[in-house]
């Protein structure tokens, strides 16, 4: 009689648990679609435009919006701080109800990028610091703060062709502390010395949930500064 009791709990539980994992999205495989720009103005400023477009399976069901531009001193070639803004629309529900509204956040952000090289290994460390503002249709206006930090290793297969990882990790200012980790490998290609394209994997982890997306990259720059070529 027990094990029947046990095994008739197991089985009104499995249900539940599948159920719970379609609604967020975790057993699919979304992805990212992302443009970044970089427009240098002279030989101390540039900005740099991105747009990414994210859904919780590959190329549907839409889940976040972003855009972002950060105006940008270099202080040397390897070195540059950033202050910027971005705007991000989420749909934080993996199934879409109608007459759903989604989370809206303004965002500013401050950042340290500086660049090494070791051998044929590129790095790039990124120390971001984020206020947001964020407009919740149910649980309404909140200001949060966090920090992200990044590092990126990149190393060349030929003179165009290239592989890529980073591993990004953020740290809420106010409860819970972790936000969440970002672990990425990609392949690149460089088209140009302007604009090179990245396909890749990231592994997105948050306290108790992980997602996985495909990851599809553009990244141009454009030189305005007097005298060069564009």
Request: charged content about 20%; overall charge positive.
């Amino acid at each position: 009689m027990k094990r029947l009791l046990a095994l008739t709990v197991i089985l009104s539980v499995l249900p539940l648990t599948k159920t719970n994992a379609q609604e967020t999205g975790q057993d699919k495989l979304g992805s990212w679609r992302m443009f970044f720009g970089n427009v240098r103005l002279s030989e101390r400023i540039s900005i740099s435009p991105e747009i990414q477009y994210r859904t919780y399976e590959v190329g549907s069901n839409f889940n976040q919006l972003l855009v972002r531009n950060g105006f940008n001193w270099h202080i040397t070639d390897k070195a540059a701080v950033t202050l910027g803004y971005a705007y991000i629309s989420t749909d934080v529900t993996f199934e879409e109800p109608s007459g759903e509204e989604n989370i809206t956040e303004h965002r500013l952000y401050g950042q340290f990028i500086i660049r090494n090289s070791l051998w044929k290994f590129k790095s790039v460390h990124r120390y971001r610091f984020e206020q947001r503002f964020i407009d919740s249709p149910t649980n309404g206006n909140a200001t949060q703060y966090r920090a992200r930090y990044l590092l990126r290793l990149t190393y060349p297969i030929t003179e165009t062709w290239y592989v890529s990882a980073y591993n990004e990790i953020f740290i809420n200012l106010q409860e819970p502390i972790f936000g969440q980790n970002r672990l990425y490998g990609a392949v690149g290609y460089k088209w140009s010395k302007d604009l090179r394209s990245e396909i890749g994997y990231l592994k997105n982890h948050f306290t108790g949930i992980n997602f996985d997306r495909l990851q599809l990259g553009f990244w141009y720059n454009l030189d305005l500064r007097e005298g060069r070529d564009f």
